[in-house]
């Protein structure tokens, strides 16, 4: 069965404390790996699609990598307006469904 | 800049009461998704729609009933709110919908169901 899960579940930072979100999956035939950003309130925003292990991808202080078991989404020098919930949703060849984890909620505090 | 426009963002029925949840894209995009997102689930998918005149059933589809009535608009109707109902409720689109395309989200309709 398809599965994406992401650890941590909640992180709290201070601003400028670099670290890194975790996205682990399980899935028959990655077709591509997807990160969205959710603000409260809002739906989620689409960040990175990744395709192949080895693959990495990089806005502003976000970068994304991927290997064949998981996904890092790296935050460095993080600002209070990266707090958000981060999704990351996988989708197997021959299928339109995208499997979503449930999201690492980030706090970056000033 | 619109982008997928969701009505209404917040809904409470009772249980037994019936609604539709209205979704609209400006984007001219093909393929419109309903999610529903509850706290440690993740977001699930209930329908589908590749294009125009099709709907798929996703992971979640009972209780629920959909309509494509055109290339822009995705209504979700619940003919009959159970509490169990009770959730966020996105609307997506994807250009395409062959697959491996980042969706657009609206914002939600945030339902509770007494």
């Known amino acids: 069965e398809d599965q994406v899960t992401q650890s941590p579940e909640a992180l709290r930072l201070q601003e400028g404390e670099s670290s890194s979100l975790n996205c682990s999956y399980t899935?028959?035939?990655?077709?591509?790996l997807f990160w969205y950003r959710q603000d409260p309130g809002k739906g989620p925003e689409f960040l990175f699609t990744?395709?192949?292990a080895g693959e990495e991808k990089e806005k502003e202080r976000l970068k994304a990598t991927l290997t064949k078991k998981e996904s890092f989404l790296h935050i460095t020098a993080p600002k209070p307006e990266d707090s958000a919930t981060y999704l990351c949703?996988?989708?197997?060849?021959?299928?339109?469904?995208?499997?979503f984890g449930t999201g690492t909620r980030l706090k970056v505090l000033a | 800049n619109a982008g997928v426009t969701q009505t209404p963002k917040f809904q409470v029925l009772k249980t037994g009461q019936s609604m539709t949840l209205q979704c609209a894209q400006d984007?001219?995009?093909?393929?419109m998704y309903w999610y529903r997102q509850d706290p440690g689930m993740g977001l699930r998918l209930i329908y589908y729609?590749?294009?125009?005149?099709?709907?798929d059933k996703g992971e979640v589809p009972n209780g629920y009933n959909v309509s494509r009535l055109n290339k822009r608009e995705f209504s979700l109707r619940l003919e009959s709110a159970a509490p169990s109902q009770t959730s966020v409720y996105f609307c997506?689109?994807?250009?395409?919908?062959?697959?491996?395309?980042?969706?657009?989200f609206g914002s939600g309709t945030q339902l509770s169901v007494l």
């Open positions: 990744l395709y192949s």
């Open positions: 729609s590749a294009s125009e005149g099709t709907t």
């Open positions: 949703a996988v989708q197997a060849w021959g299928t339109y469904k995208y499997i």
């Open positions: 899935v028959s035939g990655l077709r591509g």
């Open positions: 984007m001219n995009h093909n393929s």
């Open positions: 997506a689109s994807s250009e395409k919908g062959g697959g491996n395309e980042k969706l657009f």
